[in-house]
C-alpha cells in the first residue's frame, strides 16, 4: 500500500559524473517495495507539486529504500544537495510491478535504465542474461553490482569507452536470433525501447517495457503522463496512466506516437 511518509538521508554517494546513490531510512512503516514500483520524491522545502520527480526504487535492503539517479534540471538537483541526516517526502511505492519470469530472461538496460531494472534482476537468482548500453562508461553504473545479479552480461558504449562499440540493440539482435524464445524485460530511452520492442516483435517474443514519463501527482489524478495502448480489447486504443496502469507496460500494446 502506498502512503506519504517522511524518511531520512542515512548515505547519500557520488555514483559517476552527475549521477547519485541516495538511500534513505522510513520514519515510520512503509510498505516493502516490488521490482518495477516507483516513488515520488518530493524536491524541494516547498510542497509545489511541480518539485515532486519520479524515481524507480533501486534496492530495498535493511529497511532502506535506495534511489541511484541522474542529475538533470531543477529538481534532480534540489535533491542532490541533500545531506545525511536530513529528511525527505516521499510516496510510494507505486505503479504496477515487472511479471516475475519463471526461468531465464533477457533484461535490456539503457544507462540510468539499470535503476529500475536492478532489483528484477536481484529477485531473479541469476537468471537473467543482460544486455547493457550507454553512450560512454560514465552512463554505466555499480557494473560490479550489476554484474553479480546476472547469469551472463553484454555491454556496449557508442563511444567504445566500455564494451563492444555498437548500439545495445545489434549484439541483441543476433541473441535473439538463438533464443527468441526467451521474455525481454526493458528500461531506458524511448528510442532504444521502441527499438527493443521491433526486435521482440520480429521474432516473436514478449516483451515488457518500463516506460519514462512526465509526471506530476504520479497516482493517475492529473492524465499528465498517459500513453496510448492498443490491444485486442481496445482496438482503437486506449489512454492509460504511466504512473498508474504503469509503468510496466506489453511493449506489442504501446502506440510508441502517442509518448508525451
Ligand atoms: Fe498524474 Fe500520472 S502523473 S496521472
Same mark, same amino acid.
Given at each position: 500500500?502506498?502512503?506519504?511518509?517522511?524518511?531520512?538521508?542515512?548515505? @547519500?554517494?557520488?555514483?559517476?559524473?552527475?549521477?547519485?546513490?541516495?538511500?534513505?531510512?522510513?520514519?515510520?512503516?512503509?510498505?516493502?517495495?516490488?521490482?518495477?514500483?516507483?516513488?515520488?520524491?518530493?524536491?524541494?522545502?516547498? @510542497?509545489?507539486?511541480?518539485?515532486?520527480?519520479?524515481?524507480?526504487?533501486? =534496492?530495498?535492503?535493511?529497511?532502506?529504500?535506495?534511489?541511484?539517479? =541522474?542529475?538533470?534540471?531543477?529538481?534532480?538537483?534540489?535533491?542532490?544537495?541533500?545531506?545525511?541526516?536530513?529528511?525527505?517526502?516521499?510516496?510510494?511505492?507505486?505503479?504496477?510491478?515487472?511479471?516475475?519470469?519463471?526461468?531465464?530472461?533477457?533484461?535490456?538496460?539503457?544507462?540510468?535504465?539499470?535503476?529500475?531494472?536492478?532489483? &528484477?534482476?536481484?529477485?531473479?537468482?541469476?537468471?537473467?542474461?543482460?544486455?547493457?548500453?550507454?553512450?560512454?562508461?560514465?552512463?554505466?553504473?555499480?557494473?560490479?553490482?550489476?554484474?553479480?545479479?546476472?547469469?551472463?552480461?553484454?555491454?556496449?558504449?557508442?563511444?567504445?569507452?566500455?564494451?563492444?562499440?555498437?548500439?545495445?540493440?545489434?549484439? &541483441?539482435?543476433?541473441?535473439?536470433?538463438?533464443?527468441? @524464445?526467451?521474455?525481454?524485460?526493458?528500461?531506458?530511452?524511448?528510442? *532504444?525501447?521502441?527499438?527493443?520492442?521491433?526486435?521482440?516483435?520480429?521474432?516473436?517474443?514478449?516483451?515488457?517495457?518500463?516506460?519514462?514519463?512526465? *509526471?506530476?501527482?504520479?497516482?493517475?489524478?492529473?492524465?499528465?503522463?498517459?500513453?496510448?495502448? *492498443?490491444?485486442?480489447?481496445?482496438?482503437?486504443?486506449?489512454?492509460?496512466?504511466?504512473?498508474?496502469?504503469?509503468?510496466?507496460?506489453?511493449?506489442?500494446?504501446?502506440?510508441?506516437?502517442?509518448? =508525451?
Amino acid at each position: 500500500m502506498s502512503k506519504l511518509f517522511r524518511a531520512t538521508v542515512t548515505a @547519500h554517494l557520488d555514483v559517476n559524473t552527475g549521477f547519485r546513490l541516495l538511500t534513505l531510512q522510513p520514519n515510520c512503516l512503509v510498505a516493502v517495495p516490488d521490482p518495477g514500483q516507483f516513488y515520488m520524491l518530493q524536491a524541494g522545502a516547498t @510542497h509545489d507539486p511541480l518539485l515532486k520527480r519520479p524515481f524507480s526504487y533501486f =534496492r530495498a535492503e535493511n529497511g532502506t529504500i535506495s534511489f541511484l539517479y =541522474r542529475i538533470r534540471g531543477k529538481g534532480t538537483r534540489a535533491i542532490a544537495a541533500l545531506r545525511e541526516g536530513e529528511t525527505i517526502s516521499l510516496i510510494g511505492p507505486l505503479g504496477n510491478t515487472y511479471p516475475m519470469p519463471s526461468g531465464e530472461f533477457i533484461a535490456v538496460a539503457g544507462g540510468i535504465g539499470i535503476a529500475s531494472l536492478f532489483s &528484477l534482476l536481484g529477485a531473479a537468482d541469476g537468471r537473467a542474461v543482460l544486455f547493457w548500453g550507454g553512450r560512454t562508461a560514465n552512463e554505466l553504473l555499480m557494473p560490479e553490482a550489476v554484474k553479480a545479479l546476472v547469469g551472463s552480461a553484454v555491454i556496449t558504449t557508442d563511444d567504445g569507452t566500455a564494451g563492444r562499440k555498437s548500439l545495445i540493440t545489434e549484439p &541483441l539482435k543476433e541473441y535473439l536470433a538463438l533464443n527468441a @524464445h526467451l521474455p525481454v524485460y526493458t528500461c531506458g530511452s524511448a528510442p *532504444m525501447m521502441r527499438a527493443v520492442a521491433n526486435a521482440c516483435a520480429e521474432v516473436g517474443t514478449r516483451c515488457f517495457v518500463s516506460l519514462e514519463a512526465y *509526471m506530476a501527482c504520479g497516482v493517475g489524478a492529473c492524465l499528465g503522463c498517459v500513453v496510448k495502448i *492498443m490491444d485486442a480489447d481496445y482496438p482503437e486504443g486506449k489512454y492509460r496512466s504511466v504512473c498508474k496502469d504503469g509503468p510496466v507496460f506489453n511493449a506489442s500494446t504501446v502506440v510508441w506516437e502517442s509518448r =508525451r
